[in-house]
């Protein structure tokens, strides 16, 4: 957790949440479209790395009692990833993906979370915000 996981998170909330985004600044869409090609890749890195954040946040359950507010953001923060890393890379992991039912299931997870993903995408961002802020003010 830190600076560059921060920044990071924030950023995939800007492409989560860019329709809303768009509907308030109407000027940030030159800068959301020069994310966009990429949004594919950014999105698949996210999942995988955000299923990692998940295990090791399990595997670490202890951290809670030692450092909870670390533990919370280390959690929310690889349940975000991995919840817009999915949304946003499903293209991108579908061509690696070759069993019928995984695409199956992929895509029944995808409908479930495709209404949520403008708040997911505000929430990544103020966590994002947050882990740089929290990065500056105690290192752990």
Known sequence: MGLVSGI?????????????????????????????????????VSALWGVWGIISAVLNLGWMTKAPIYW??????????FALGLLLGVGVLKTFIKQPQAVQKMDETI??????????????????????????????
Request: net charge positive; aromatic share 10%.
């Open 8 to 44: 990071w998170l924030a950023l995939l909330g800007v492409l989560g949440a860019s329709n809303l985004i768009i509907a308030k600044k109407p000027d940030a869409k030159e800068l959301i479209a020069k994310m966009a090609p990429y949004q594919g890749w950014i999105g698949a």
């Open 72 to 81: 919370g953001t280390f959690a929310a923060s690889a349940v975000l990833q």
């Open 111 to 140: 409908a479930k979370l495709a209404p949520k993903q403008g708040v997911m995408g505000l929430v990544a961002i103020g966590v994002g915000i947050w882990m740089v802020i929290s990065g500056f003010i105690w290192s752990v």
